[in-house]
């Protein structure tokens, strides 16, 4: 496989569920990320990891806890998750470094009832 | 507080003619501007850059406008095809292309055969 994978594409979760997205890359890169998108809401940064280490917090509530085991592997924990957290969740990645834009993977749908 | 700004959701253009998107931000510390295109279904892919110390870049049929004084760039396609139609995102970052990007709600762009 070639540049970002997500899985599960599609994942419905109750509230008191616990269960993990998770994020591939095979470019190479030693940055990951994880973004948002909610509807008609811009993405919004979650997490920045660079070379395994958590970089950025963007004040992201802690019922979301991520992982990067390696810099090829990002996952995102849910738990006790709100039905306002229903989005899309994208993980991009990118060369470390200033002036290199970031490559998506095509995101997770999440439901939350 | 949103940032970046692109303040039409759509906009339609014949197939052959100038597509121009808009995008307007308030942050006088960005440095580093991207353009990304979205299809449903897939992750935001990279289109075309723009650093702060350049006013115009252009790649093939893609220009990227930048003007300082105005806190405003736009995208310019020409001549509009088909695959064109899709969502464009303007996103923004500071430190000449750190990992912390902003991005803006997207215009989906429709280009009428």
């Known amino acids: 496989e070639t540049g970002v994978t997500q899985t599960p594409r599609h994942l419905v979760m109750g509230m008191t569920n616990k269960k993990s997205l998770k994020c591939e890359q095979h470019l190479g890169h030693n940055a990951m990320y994880w973004y948002k998108q909610s509807a008609k809401k811009p993405l919004e940064l979650m997490f920045v990891y660079n070379f395994k280490e958590q970089t950025e917090n963007n004040s992201v509530p802690s019922r979301f806890s991520p992982e990067c085991p390696n810099s090829s592997h990002l996952f995102l924990h849910l738990h006790t998750l709100q039905p306002e957290d229903s989005a899309l969740y994208l993980c991009a990645s990118s060369p470390s470094g200033p002036g290199h834009e970031q490559y998506f993977g095509p995101g997770t749908r999440l439901t939350v009832t | 507080d949103q940032q970046v700004k692109q303040n039409s959701p759509s906009l339609s253009v014949q197939e052959g003619r100038i597509s121009i998107l808009n995008c307007d931000y308030t942050?006088?510390?960005?440095?580093?501007f991207l353009w990304y295109k979205k299809y449903p279904a897939e992750g935001p892919t990279f289109l075309i850059s723009i650093s702060s110390i350049k006013d115009k870049n252009e790649d093939g049929r893609f220009t990227v406008f930048l003007n300082k004084s105005a806190k405003h760039l736009s995208l310019h396609i020409v001549p509009s095809q088909p695959g064109d139609s899709a969502v464009y995102f303007c996103a923004a970052s500071t430190n000449f292309g750190n990992e912390k990007l902003t991005f803006g709600t997207g215009t989906r762009l429709t280009i009428i055969p």
């Open positions: 942050n006088s510390m960005f440095d580093y």
